[in-house]
Protein backbone atom coordinates (compact mmCIF):
# COMPACT_ATOMS: atom_id res chain seq x y z
CA UNK A 1 0.00 0.00 0.00
CA UNK A 2 1.55 3.12 -1.05
CA UNK A 3 -0.07 5.11 1.97
CA UNK A 4 1.18 8.91 0.70
CA UNK A 5 -1.21 8.33 -2.52
CA UNK A 6 -3.73 7.07 -0.55
CA UNK A 7 -4.31 9.68 1.37
CA UNK A 8 -3.74 12.11 -1.19
CA UNK A 9 -6.55 10.88 -3.07
CA UNK A 10 -8.81 11.24 0.34
CA UNK A 11 -7.60 14.52 0.60
CA UNK A 12 -8.89 15.09 -2.76
CA UNK A 13 -12.37 12.81 -2.08
CA UNK A 14 -13.45 14.29 1.20
CA UNK A 15 -12.14 18.14 0.40
CA UNK A 16 -15.36 18.05 -2.43
CA UNK A 17 -17.35 15.46 -0.65
CA UNK A 18 -17.48 17.64 2.81
CA UNK A 19 -17.31 20.70 0.59
CA UNK A 20 -21.00 19.63 -0.65
CA UNK A 21 -22.38 18.21 2.23
CA UNK A 22 -22.68 21.48 3.97
CA UNK A 23 -24.12 23.86 0.80
CA UNK A 24 -26.90 21.01 0.78
CA UNK A 25 -30.06 22.40 1.58
CA UNK A 26 -31.34 19.07 2.85
CA UNK A 27 -27.92 18.87 5.19
CA UNK A 28 -29.47 21.67 7.37
CA UNK A 29 -33.25 20.50 7.31
CA UNK A 30 -32.01 17.23 8.39
CA UNK A 31 -29.31 17.62 10.57
CA UNK A 32 -29.68 21.17 12.08
CA UNK A 33 -33.91 22.62 11.50
CA UNK A 34 -35.32 18.84 12.19
CA UNK A 35 -34.00 18.26 15.60
CA UNK A 36 -34.66 21.48 16.83
CA UNK A 37 -37.86 21.03 16.08
CA UNK A 38 -38.37 17.35 17.53
CA UNK A 39 -36.71 18.51 20.37
CA UNK A 40 -39.02 21.65 21.21
CA UNK A 41 -41.67 18.77 20.59
CA UNK A 42 -40.20 16.88 23.81
CA UNK A 43 -39.84 19.52 26.03
CA UNK A 44 -43.36 21.44 25.74
CA UNK A 45 -44.98 17.98 25.05
CA UNK A 46 -42.91 15.05 25.60
CA UNK A 47 -42.94 13.82 21.96
CA UNK A 48 -40.47 12.73 20.18
CA UNK A 49 -39.19 11.44 23.12
CA UNK A 50 -37.56 8.51 20.77
CA UNK A 51 -35.03 10.62 19.04
CA UNK A 52 -33.61 12.62 21.58
CA UNK A 53 -30.47 10.56 20.94
CA UNK A 54 -30.82 10.20 17.33
CA UNK A 55 -30.69 14.04 17.01
CA UNK A 56 -28.10 14.65 19.41
CA UNK A 57 -25.86 12.45 17.03
CA UNK A 58 -27.48 14.50 14.28
CA UNK A 59 -26.17 17.79 15.94
CA UNK A 60 -23.00 16.03 16.22
CA UNK A 61 -23.01 15.59 12.73
CA UNK A 62 -23.63 19.12 11.83
CA UNK A 63 -20.79 20.45 13.64
CA UNK A 64 -18.59 17.87 12.79
CA UNK A 65 -18.51 18.23 9.38
CA UNK A 66 -18.61 22.30 9.59
CA UNK A 67 -15.03 21.30 11.50
CA UNK A 68 -13.84 18.89 8.84
CA UNK A 69 -14.95 21.46 6.21
CA UNK A 70 -13.64 24.09 7.31
CA UNK A 71 -9.84 22.18 8.02
CA UNK A 72 -9.92 21.07 4.77
CA UNK A 73 -11.25 23.45 2.15
CA UNK A 74 -10.69 26.63 4.40
CA UNK A 75 -7.37 26.37 6.15
CA UNK A 76 -9.51 27.51 9.51
CA UNK A 77 -9.79 25.56 12.76
CA UNK A 78 -13.09 26.17 14.64
CA UNK A 79 -12.41 24.91 18.05
CA UNK A 80 -16.18 25.87 19.16
CA UNK A 81 -17.36 23.26 16.60
CA UNK A 82 -15.05 20.64 18.39
CA UNK A 83 -16.40 21.67 21.53
CA UNK A 84 -19.67 21.57 20.32
CA UNK A 85 -18.99 17.86 18.61
CA UNK A 86 -18.37 16.95 21.93
CA UNK A 87 -21.19 17.70 23.98
CA UNK A 88 -23.71 16.45 21.75
CA UNK A 89 -21.30 12.83 21.58
CA UNK A 90 -21.28 12.90 25.34
CA UNK A 91 -25.38 12.94 25.45
CA UNK A 92 -26.36 11.30 22.90
CA UNK A 93 -24.39 8.32 24.75
CA UNK A 94 -25.98 9.38 27.65
CA UNK A 95 -29.27 9.71 26.69
CA UNK A 96 -29.11 5.96 24.59
CA UNK A 97 -27.19 4.64 27.97
CA UNK A 98 -30.40 6.00 30.20
CA UNK A 99 -32.90 4.24 27.52
CA UNK A 100 -30.95 1.05 27.39
CA UNK A 101 -30.68 1.25 31.53
CA UNK A 102 -34.42 1.23 31.62
CA UNK A 103 -35.13 -1.64 29.28
CA UNK A 104 -36.50 0.84 26.12
CA UNK A 105 -33.99 -0.30 23.78
CA UNK A 106 -31.15 2.30 23.42
CA UNK A 107 -28.06 1.27 21.48
CA UNK A 108 -24.58 2.56 19.68
CA UNK A 109 -22.61 1.19 16.79
CA UNK A 110 -19.32 0.28 18.02
CA UNK A 111 -17.46 2.76 16.19
CA UNK A 112 -19.71 5.48 16.98
CA UNK A 113 -19.50 4.65 20.22
CA UNK A 114 -15.68 5.24 20.83
CA UNK A 115 -15.89 8.35 18.60
CA UNK A 116 -17.86 10.49 21.01
CA UNK A 117 -15.69 9.14 23.34
CA UNK A 118 -12.01 10.47 21.47
CA UNK A 119 -14.32 13.81 21.10
CA UNK A 120 -14.05 14.41 24.75
CA UNK A 121 -10.62 13.31 25.43
CA UNK A 122 -9.79 15.70 22.13
CA UNK A 123 -11.43 18.38 23.81
CA UNK A 124 -9.79 17.79 26.89
CA UNK A 125 -12.60 17.36 28.84
CA UNK A 126 -11.29 14.23 31.27
CA UNK A 127 -14.75 14.56 33.81
CA UNK A 128 -16.68 13.75 30.32
CA UNK A 129 -14.59 11.44 29.15
CA UNK A 130 -14.56 9.39 32.24
CA UNK A 131 -18.38 9.11 32.20
CA UNK A 132 -18.56 8.06 28.73
CA UNK A 133 -15.53 5.31 29.49
CA UNK A 134 -17.95 4.13 31.99
CA UNK A 135 -21.00 4.13 30.72
CA UNK A 136 -19.24 2.28 27.44
CA UNK A 137 -17.94 -0.46 29.62
CA UNK A 138 -21.53 -0.88 31.49
CA UNK A 139 -22.80 -0.85 27.97
CA UNK A 140 -20.77 -4.31 27.26
CA UNK A 141 -23.41 -6.12 29.00
CA UNK A 142 -26.85 -4.17 28.08
CA UNK A 143 -28.40 -3.23 24.77
CA UNK A 144 -26.15 -0.07 24.25
CA UNK A 145 -23.22 -2.32 23.04
CA UNK A 146 -24.06 -5.67 24.01
CA UNK A 147 -21.67 -7.69 23.38
CA UNK A 148 -21.89 -10.57 25.75
CA UNK A 149 -21.07 -13.95 24.24
CA UNK A 150 -24.23 -15.46 22.02
CA UNK A 151 -25.51 -16.85 18.93
CA UNK A 152 -24.92 -13.96 17.37
CA UNK A 153 -22.28 -12.20 18.90
CA UNK A 154 -20.09 -11.24 15.60
CA UNK A 155 -20.58 -7.71 16.36
CA UNK A 156 -17.32 -7.28 18.96
CA UNK A 157 -14.95 -9.13 16.44
CA UNK A 158 -15.58 -5.95 14.11
CA UNK A 159 -13.85 -3.28 15.24
CA UNK A 160 -10.46 -3.50 16.94
CA UNK A 161 -10.02 0.38 17.25
CA UNK A 162 -13.49 0.10 19.44
CA UNK A 163 -11.49 -2.33 21.66
CA UNK A 164 -7.89 -0.62 21.90
CA UNK A 165 -9.94 2.92 22.83
CA UNK A 166 -11.62 0.93 25.77
CA UNK A 167 -8.47 -0.64 26.83
CA UNK A 168 -6.74 2.19 27.24
CA UNK A 169 -9.92 4.16 28.66
CA UNK A 170 -9.97 1.46 30.84
CA UNK A 171 -6.29 0.88 31.59
CA UNK A 172 -5.85 4.94 32.39
CA UNK A 173 -8.44 4.31 35.32
CA UNK A 174 -6.31 1.11 36.66
CA UNK A 175 -9.51 -1.53 35.61
CA UNK A 176 -9.26 -3.96 33.22
CA UNK A 177 -11.73 -5.66 30.66
CA UNK A 178 -12.39 -9.54 31.15
CA UNK A 179 -12.61 -9.95 27.43
CA UNK A 180 -13.46 -13.61 27.69
CA UNK A 181 -16.73 -12.87 28.06
CA UNK A 182 -17.27 -10.85 25.32
CA UNK A 183 -17.40 -11.09 21.29
CA UNK A 184 -13.69 -10.20 20.24
CA UNK A 185 -11.17 -9.91 17.77
CA UNK A 186 -9.32 -12.76 16.85
CA UNK A 187 -6.25 -10.45 15.66
CA UNK A 188 -6.05 -7.11 17.64
CA UNK A 189 -2.91 -6.29 15.22
CA UNK A 190 -1.33 -3.14 15.32
CA UNK A 191 -3.00 -2.16 18.82
CA UNK A 192 -2.00 -5.40 20.71
CA UNK A 193 1.76 -4.11 20.92
CA UNK A 194 0.35 -0.76 21.80
CA UNK A 195 -1.56 -1.47 24.59
CA UNK A 196 1.33 -3.81 26.22
CA UNK A 197 3.57 -0.70 26.42
CA UNK A 198 1.28 2.20 25.92
CA UNK A 199 3.23 4.61 28.29
CA UNK A 200 6.69 3.73 26.87
CA UNK A 201 8.94 7.01 27.70
CA UNK A 202 10.63 5.73 24.40
CA UNK A 203 9.55 8.88 21.65
CA UNK A 204 11.13 6.54 18.94
CA UNK A 205 9.05 3.69 20.12
CA UNK A 206 5.49 5.74 20.21
CA UNK A 207 6.46 7.13 16.77
CA UNK A 208 6.72 3.42 15.66
CA UNK A 209 3.55 2.77 17.14
CA UNK A 210 1.53 5.70 15.54
CA UNK A 211 2.98 4.35 12.74
CA UNK A 212 2.05 1.26 12.80
CA UNK A 213 -1.24 2.32 13.49
CA UNK A 214 -1.76 4.97 10.91
CA UNK A 215 -0.75 2.62 7.97
CA UNK A 216 -3.72 0.38 10.02
CA UNK A 217 -5.95 3.46 9.35
CA UNK A 218 -4.88 3.81 5.80
CA UNK A 219 -5.44 0.25 5.07
CA UNK A 220 -9.68 0.22 6.78
CA UNK A 221 -10.25 3.97 5.41
CA UNK A 222 -11.91 2.91 2.15
CA UNK A 223 -15.70 2.74 0.66
CA UNK A 224 -17.02 -0.79 1.48
CA UNK A 225 -19.40 -2.77 -0.37
CA UNK A 226 -23.16 -3.41 1.15
CA UNK A 227 -22.08 -6.64 3.31
CA UNK A 228 -18.59 -5.44 3.51
CA UNK A 229 -17.33 -3.72 6.28
CA UNK A 230 -13.92 -1.66 7.32
CA UNK A 231 -12.44 -0.56 10.23
CA UNK A 232 -12.61 3.28 9.14
CA UNK A 233 -15.31 3.41 6.03
CA UNK A 234 -17.15 6.09 7.13
CA UNK A 235 -15.91 9.55 5.17
CA UNK A 236 -16.04 11.50 9.35
CA UNK A 237 -13.62 8.85 10.08
CA UNK A 238 -11.51 8.32 7.12
CA UNK A 239 -8.30 11.40 7.57
CA UNK A 240 -9.46 11.65 11.37
CA UNK A 241 -7.15 9.57 13.46
CA UNK A 242 -9.39 10.01 16.22
CA UNK A 243 -8.02 6.80 17.65
CA UNK A 244 -4.28 7.90 17.48
CA UNK A 245 -4.68 11.32 18.33
CA UNK A 246 -6.91 9.98 21.62
CA UNK A 247 -3.90 7.53 22.45
CA UNK A 248 -1.64 10.55 22.14
CA UNK A 249 -3.53 12.95 24.36
CA UNK A 250 -4.32 9.99 27.08
CA UNK A 251 -0.37 9.97 26.92
CA UNK A 252 -0.16 13.72 28.06
CA UNK A 253 -2.49 12.99 30.80
CA UNK A 254 -0.19 10.59 32.33
CA UNK A 255 2.53 13.20 32.31
CA UNK A 256 4.14 11.60 29.30
CA UNK A 257 5.81 13.17 26.04
CA UNK A 258 4.96 12.96 22.89
CA UNK A 259 6.92 13.51 19.53
CA UNK A 260 6.82 16.73 17.96
CA UNK A 261 5.43 15.43 14.59
CA UNK A 262 5.04 12.05 12.41
CA UNK A 263 6.48 11.22 9.32
CA UNK A 264 3.55 9.08 8.47
CA UNK A 265 1.54 10.94 5.49
CA UNK A 266 -2.05 10.43 7.64
CA UNK A 267 -0.62 12.68 10.19
CA UNK A 268 0.72 15.06 8.49
CA UNK A 269 -2.61 16.23 6.84
CA UNK A 270 -4.95 18.81 8.38
CA UNK A 271 -7.23 16.73 10.31
CA UNK A 272 -4.40 14.76 11.98
CA UNK A 273 -4.29 17.71 14.71
CA UNK A 274 -4.52 17.66 18.72
CA UNK A 275 -6.73 20.40 19.64
CA UNK A 276 -4.91 23.11 21.26
CA UNK A 277 -5.35 24.46 23.83
CA UNK A 278 -7.24 22.11 26.09
CA UNK A 279 -9.92 22.18 27.51
CA UNK A 280 -11.87 23.64 25.05
CA UNK A 281 -14.00 26.06 26.52
CA UNK A 282 -17.70 24.75 27.03
CA UNK A 283 -20.16 25.70 24.33
CA UNK A 284 -23.24 27.34 25.21
CA UNK A 285 -26.10 24.74 24.05
CA UNK A 286 -29.53 26.34 25.55
CA UNK A 287 -32.12 23.98 23.73
CA UNK A 288 -29.59 20.80 24.64
CA UNK A 289 -29.72 21.99 28.59
CA UNK A 290 -33.49 22.31 28.60
CA UNK A 291 -33.76 18.56 26.76
CA UNK A 292 -31.14 17.26 29.32
CA UNK A 293 -33.65 18.52 32.38
CA UNK A 294 -36.51 17.32 30.68
CA UNK A 295 -34.76 14.03 30.04
CA UNK A 296 -33.54 13.49 33.23
CA UNK A 297 -37.28 14.29 34.67
CA UNK A 298 -38.11 11.22 32.61
CA UNK A 299 -35.19 8.93 33.21
CA UNK A 300 -34.45 9.58 37.15
CA UNK A 301 -32.79 6.28 37.60
CA UNK A 302 -30.25 7.09 35.46
CA UNK A 303 -29.37 10.50 36.78
CA UNK A 304 -29.25 10.75 40.42
CA UNK A 305 -28.82 14.13 42.03
CA UNK A 306 -26.37 16.27 40.67
CA UNK A 307 -24.78 14.12 37.31
Request: hydrophobic content about 40%; overall charge negative.
Amino acid sequence: MDAKKQVTKLLKTLRKEFAEWVERPVSKELFWDEPQADWQDFIEHSKKRGRVASHSDDLLTWHFNQYVNAVLNEGRYPLEELALCARYALWATRFEAATADAGKGGSLLLPQAVFNLSLNVLAGRQREAATLGDLLIKGLNTSLLDLRHTDQHEAGTLYRHFWFLLHLYASVQGKAIDTSLYSYPDDMSPYQAVLADWRTPDLDKVAQFVSAMADFHVQEARNTAHDEIAEFDDPDYMLFPHEILTFLRLREWEGLSNPESFDHPLMQQPLAKLPSPVPLAQPNTPLLDQVIEKFKQEFPASFPIGS
